[in-house]
């Protein structure tokens, strides 16, 4: 069993994985539809057992909610795990985020061969994380002309407090990989340079061009991720080569930067959740960096819509949204604000003199006119979306058009 818990990245990384693993050769089971609790985990696997209740297959590669990952490895001690990252998501549910981190340990302490952790989180790169571990460690990172851009959750809040843009030679805080002292190895894969879709990556020492079809800059360390984890799972039969080329023909897992047709336009899903999430979905995206640039050209074209919701599974507290920035969509503005804190994130935008068009908080009634707008003058959508207003946009978007099934 391999284990893929965090806050952000964990649906997308584990379908790397998984597809990673198959393209070299193995039988695996998964989660896929990002049901990351344990029930989740039952469901996928009523689907895939025969009558007597065994699975074919090589290896499971499963998603965990760090709380849940808790209960599940108390039942099945993971073979492999990968640490994504440590953001602050859902305080309402988990509190503080060092006990966020102190639940990732949990995981890693019963984890029997290896785990991977990000070598620039501060939460998972120190000794107060690692030290104990019965497996060894291997990690990922980014280069030093990409820190400013992958910042941890301490360098978004002091980024916050200065309220200027960290210079691209900051130090990362907490423990670097670079300093004796810390237990965490060096990376063994890094993301050196980014430019648009192409990625240089440092694997073992050496450089690696990738161009990915996978959007956002995020995924590009997920996929850095994904390929540390399964280098370490194959060990000597993996082929390098051939996982390269397979990282870079990976799309998004549904809901999150995935595409959608609607009335022959494309529609893109990004799922936002935490302030570190939406950062990361606002930089890559066309009309954001547009508008950060000042530009009013075919980059900004995308029609806008934020639909914020507030159940459970997205988080009730919806406080995090007053730290983030928004300024990047100042030029494009908004043209339709909708969910159950629709008022809510229509205010927040105000505050970041973002324009706002339209303001429904009823989803499907949204959706409709931003379709309709969309219709009338010939441009494409991207909606920023909570968990649960992304599950109900797409089945909106199902009734409309050819939508790829994904079991709930």
């Known amino acids: 069993m391999v284990l893929v818990s965090g806050t952000n990245g964990k649906t997308t990384t584990t379908k790397m994985v998984v597809q ?4 070299q050769g193995l039988k695996v089971f998964t989660n896929r539809t990002g049901s990351n609790f344990v029930r989740g985990v039952l469901a996928a696997l009523l689907t895939e057992v025969d009558a007597a209740g065994r699975l074919d297959a090589d290896v499971a590669v499963l998603e965990l909610d760090e709380a849940h990952a808790v209960h599940f490895v108390r039942a099945v001690q993971p073979r492999a795990a990968l640490m994504l990252n440590v953001m602050r998501d859902q305080l309402d549910r988990f509190g503080e985020i060092d006990y966020t981190a102190s639940l990732l340990r949990k995981a890693a302490l019963a984890t029997r061969d290896v785990v991977v952790v990000n070598a620039d989180d501060p939460r998972l790169n120190g000794e107060r994380f690692l030290d104990g571990l019965t497996a060894r460690t291997a990690a990922f990172g980014v280069g030093p002309a990409l820190r400013s851009v992958f910042l941890s ?9 200065a309220d200027v843009p960290a210079p691209d030679d900051a130090p990362i ?9 810390s237990p965490c190895p060096a990376p063994r894969v890094r993301l050196l ?16 061009q990738v161009t990915f079809a996978i959007p956002g800059i995020h995924n590009v360390l997920n996929a850095c991720a994904a390929l540390t984890l399964v280098l370490e799972v194959l060990g000597e039969r993996a082929d390098l080569s051939r996982l390269l080329d397979t990282l870079a023909q990976i799309r998004p897992a549904f809901g999150r930067g995935e595409v959608i047709t609607l009335d022959g336009r494309p529609v893109q899903l990004a799922l936002v959740k935490n302030p570190a999430g ?9 009309t954001a960096q547009a508008g950060a640039a000042g530009r009013a050209d075919a980059a900004a074209d995308e029609l806008i819509m934020v639909a914020i919701n507030d159940e459970y599974a997205d988080g009730r507290d919806m406080s995090w949204l007053w730290d983030v920035d928004f300024s990047s969509l100042k030029q494009a503005g908004v043209a339709v604000v909708t969910g159950v804190r629709a008022w809510d ?3 927040r935008l105000r505050y970041d003199e973002v324009p706002v068009d339209v303001v429904e908080p009823d989803l ?11 219709a009338a003058e010939d441009r494409p959508m991207r909606v920023y979306t909570t968990y649960t207003a992304m599950l109900a946009l797409r089945a909106r978007l199902g009734r409309l058009t050819k939508v790829e099934e994904v079991m709930k």
Request: no cysteine; glycine share 6%.
């Open 20 to 23: 990673l693993l198959r393209d």
């Open 153 to 161: 959750d301490d360098d978004l809040r002091a980024e916050q407090a």
């Open 173 to 181: 805080s907490g423990v670097s990989p670079a300093d004796a002292a």
């Open 193 to 208: 340079a980014l430019a648009g879709n192409q990625a240089t990556l440092e694997v073992d020492g050496a450089e690696h």
């Open 278 to 286: 939406f950062r990361m979905s606002l930089m890559s995206a066309p």
């Open 345 to 347: 994130m229509a205010l």
């Open 364 to 374: 499907e009634a949204g959706l409709d006119a931003l379709r309709k707008r969309a």
